[in-house]
């Protein structure tokens, strides 16, 4: 099987981490939304919801604990249905990029597992209309499992793109490899950019929702909805006819002598010889 990390190339990784700024955004943004107004608790960071979740035994607190199980349990099921989606398109395709594949930034499979994503969204964004952005009892839950989910599918989605550098959901070890690479001297800053930007995303993404939850709240469903779409066009760009020639090339050389080598290397690394 041909990884599809042997066609990186430099203006796809340019791309690469707009995307990742764009669906890091979106993180930022559907936090604050369910952090105000989906019972204090987050839908990407479950590192934070565990904790809550164990303040929440030791307070006594049913509310907080009942919300946080809720939003662990949609992250879960939407890395299941992200990972089952993208297995399902790669298995219909034989594992193989085809030359659509080649020929624009993100492979198919993952294409469709951000439009996953995105349906999740426009449901959220309904539901959040419905209830006049204050939803409470059964509707609360139903669209904090709905983003939670969404949340899921972006994290799956990311570790498709073999994007091992960075995430867009959980940021602390993208801050540790960004400060670590900093503080080391006399070698140069690897993914720096990209590492700046999603951090600098998330920041964006939570400062605009809470200017939303406080003046428009209707519209905060907007900003992730916008993010993803940002990203889907992104991931359909076409690139160059001389990029597309080098990804094919790269394709085939993979695809004749990566069978032995381990899949694990890191993203626009060279596999060692």
């Known amino acids: 099987m041909i990884s599809y990390r042997a066609m990186d190339t430099r203006p796809r990784q340019q791309i690469m981490t707009l995307i990742a700024i764009a669906l890091t955004f979106a993180s930022g943004a559907n936090d ?8 204090g608790v987050f839908t990407s960071v479950m590192t934070g919801n565990i904790v809550l ?8 607190s049913v509310s907080l604990f009942s919300h946080t199980a809720v939003s662990i349990a949609g992250y879960i099921i939407g890395v299941a249905g992200g990972t ?8 219909h395709g034989d594992g193989k990029p085809d030359e659509t594949d080649r020929d624009s930034v993100l492979p198919a499979h993952v294409s469709w597992a951000l439009f996953t994503e995105f349906v999740l969204l426009a449901g ?3 539901g959040w209309e419905v209830t006049g952005a204050r939803p409470a009892g059964w509707a609360e839950f139903v669209l904090l499992a709905a983003l939670a989910a969404a949340m899921g599918m972006q994290s799956s989605s990311v570790n498709e793109m073999g994007l091992t550098n960075v995430s867009t959901t959980f940021l602390t070890g993208t801050l540790t490899g960004l400060i670590s690479s900093l503080a080391r001297p006399g070698q140069e800053m690897q993914h720096g950019a990209r590492r700046i930007g999603v951090l600098v995303g998330l920041a964006a993404g939570a400062l605009l929702c809470g200017l939303l939850v406080a003046t428009a709240p209707r519209v905060v469903p907007v900003l992730p909805l916008a993010a993803v779409i940002t990203a889907l066009v992104l991931s359909a760009v076409p690139l160059s006819n001389g990029e597309a020639e080098r990804n094919g090339e790269a394709g085939r050389n993979g695809e004749a002598g990566g069978n032995g080598e381990a899949g694990g290397n890191a993203e626009g690394e060279r596999p060692r010889r």
């Open 32 to 39: 604050v939304a369910s952090f105000t107004r989906l019972g």
């Open 53 to 60: 979740w164990g303040l929440s035994a030791a307070q006594r």
């Open 84 to 91: 089952w989606v993208a297995h399902g398109f790669k298995v």
């Open 124 to 126: 959220f964004t309904a």
